[in-house]
């Protein structure tokens, strides 16, 4: 499995990015896709999930209301849009994918991912 992830980028704060993540090889129905970003000196950390079984979302609670995950099953892509960016949003930010369905008290457990897109940079300047 492949994941390409793009759409990053420098904007104000206040302003709109859309993070697309496209999976290629043999990549599960049912596994979910989620975004993680990293800021420099800390730890990778949860943003948003999606299970593509159910197509439910979840989200970190410092996105809450200002992004929003979505997936195109035709495409095999998930996109990340981020509004209402705060300079406390500049990360590199990663999308990752696993081979089976997993609990979803576990989708925001960055070890359970099998694989990760390269990243994508997105600085929100104030």
């Known amino acids: 499995v492949q994941l390409q992830a793009s759409g990053g980028g420098l904007v104000q704060a206040g302003a709109s990015l859309r993070l697309s993540c496209a999976a290629s090889?043999?990549?599960?129905?049912?596994?979910?896709m989620s975004w993680f970003r990293q800021a420099p000196e800390k730890e990778r950390e949860f943003v948003a999930g999606?299970?593509?079984?159910?197509?439910?979302?979840y989200y970190a609670d410092s996105v809450k209301g200002r992004f929003t995950v979505s997936r195109d099953k035709d495409k095999n892509t998930v996109y990340l849009q981020m509004n209402s960016l705060k300079p406390e949003d500049t990360a590199v930010y990663y999308c990752a994918t696993r081979d089976r369905r997993i609990v979803v008290s576990s989708i925001s457990r960055a070890e359970v991912y099998d694989y990760w897109g390269q990243g994508t940079l997105v600085t929100v300047s104030s």
């Open positions: 090889g043999r990549t599960s129905g049912s596994a979910p």
């Open positions: 999606i299970d593509t079984w159910s197509g439910t979302p």
